[in-house]
């Protein structure tokens, strides 16, 4: 007979995070990443490597900190605008900030301690938790910054809160467990709000930085590809440029980084309401995208990217149709398989697969526009080959199946 005192256990809630990291911040094991898309001396390559999942997402909750500001303070024209965000990714430490209204340098009057105190913390406090809100920003469980506080040997907060003309700073040690008394101070200059943290390899089984650095630094490009046209993205002390082309913005211009320049791929791009849309053909009969949702990078797509997807598909699918009787057989699945798309949207409230955030599960009511690609746009992507080698595929599909039911081996 089991036992029933360790069959059934009650765990203090940080050391349940620490025995089920994929419950939080994914796994908190080196991992093998195939093809990863990276960047190495300011340019965007593809190869394999080692990274630790957890490790990158505790630096991905604090970068979206500071990108859900910016979609907040946008959101209210009567504050302190978010115009930079700062970030720096070295092998011992990890930090990032951004200007703007900083926060609230003021004793919370139920929990008794600074807000910067509570936010920052301790588990389960968050702003995001009025159910009636439109929220198009990626924080929403109470977790967020917490995390990296949790998985990190040193944590440092400092915020400016200028209506009060304070500024805060707090730091906490061995993975928030020890927590040193805040100072506040008289400040008069502009606010910010930044945050420092060294994590605990030990707890990714790690040494030292890995290649997860790279993967960190190319999150901070996707920043500055999805808001580099309304704020400026620094990493590491220095601007991160896009290209110099007054006609595209940040979004097509990042897209470019991937599939290089419109003289070496061809491709369609087009900004409808909610939505920014670039495709093109993919390099090898697979479907590919790169998405994302309110600053959030999904990795691995979700119902955003079907659909997009599978609008195009099915539009390029009747226009290959409409041009020769012949072609009735081809499928959207075929066309589809032909198709990399690139896509940035914002969604109300929206829901993932995890609390890594890699896929979204939120159903199409929840987008606050359905995509409706133009006539142009599709025109233009039809130029790229997709149609050509979408029959292509079709047609050798056919000849494999007559093969199979006319006896020829």
């Known amino acids: 007979m089991s036992n029933i005192e360790t069959t059934y256990q ?130 929403k469980n109470g977790y967020g910054a917490k995390l990296a506080n949790i998985f990190s040997t040193e944590f440092t907060v400092e915020t400016v809160d ?110 409808h309401k909610d939505w920014e849309v670039l495709a093109c053909m993919s390099r090898d009969n697979s479907f590919e995208q790169l998405s994302s949702v309110n600053g959030i990078c999904t990795w691995r797509g979700g119902k955003h990217v079907d659909h997009v997807s599978d609008c195009i598909a099915k539009r390029l699918c009747e226009t290959i149709k409409s041009k020769n009787k012949k072609n009735e057989n081809i499928t959207p699945a075929l066309v589809k398989a032909n198709l990399r798309v690139f896509i940035k949207t914002s969604v109300a409230n929206p829901d993932f697969d995890t609390q890594t955030k890699e896929d979204l599960t939120s159903k199409s009511k929840s987008f606050f526009s359905k995509f409706e690609p133009s006539q142009e746009f599709l025109d233009k992507l039809s130029k790229t080959g997709i149609l050509e080698r979408s029959l292509s595929v079709m047609n050798f599909k056919e000849k494999q199946t007559l093969k199979k039911t006319d006896g020829t081996k």
């Open 162 to 271: 200028e209506a009060r003309k304070k500024k805060y700073s707090q730091t906490w040690k061995d993975n928030m467990i020890t927590s040193q008394k805040p100072k506040v101070t008289a400040y008069s200059r502009l606010p910010y709000t930044k945050i420092t943290f060294k994590p605990d390899f030990k707890r990714f089984g790690l040494k030292k930085m890995d290649d997860t650095k790279q993967i960190m630094e190319r999150r901070v490009y996707d920043l500055a590809g999805l808001f580099g046209d309304e704020i400026t993205v620094f990493l590491n002390g220095k601007k991160i440029s896009l290209g110099t082309s007054k006609v595209m913005g940040s979004f097509e211009k990042y897209s470019n980084l991937y599939i290089g320049k419109s003289a070496e791929t061809k491709r369609s791009y087009i900004k």
């Open 10 to 139: 009650k765990k203090e809630h940080r050391q349940h995070i620490y025995d089920l990291p994929d419950t939080y911040i994914g796994s908190a094991a080196q991992t093998l990443l195939p093809d990863a898309w990276v960047i190495e001396n300011e340019n965007v390559i593809q190869k394999d490597i080692k990274y630790v999942p957890g490790l990158y997402k505790i630096f991905d909750e604090v970068l979206t900190n500071a990108s859900d500001h910016k979609v907040r303070s946008s959101m209210q024209k009567d504050i302190r605008q978010v115009k930079n965000i700062k970030v720096h990714v070295t092998d011992d430490y990890i930090s990032v900030e951004n200007d703007g209204e900083g926060i609230d340098v003021e004793i919370h009057p139920k929990e008794k301690v600074y807000v910067p105190e509570m936010i920052f913390g301790q588990l389960l406090t968050s702003t995001n938790y009025k159910k009636e809100d439109q929220k198009t920003w990626g924080g």
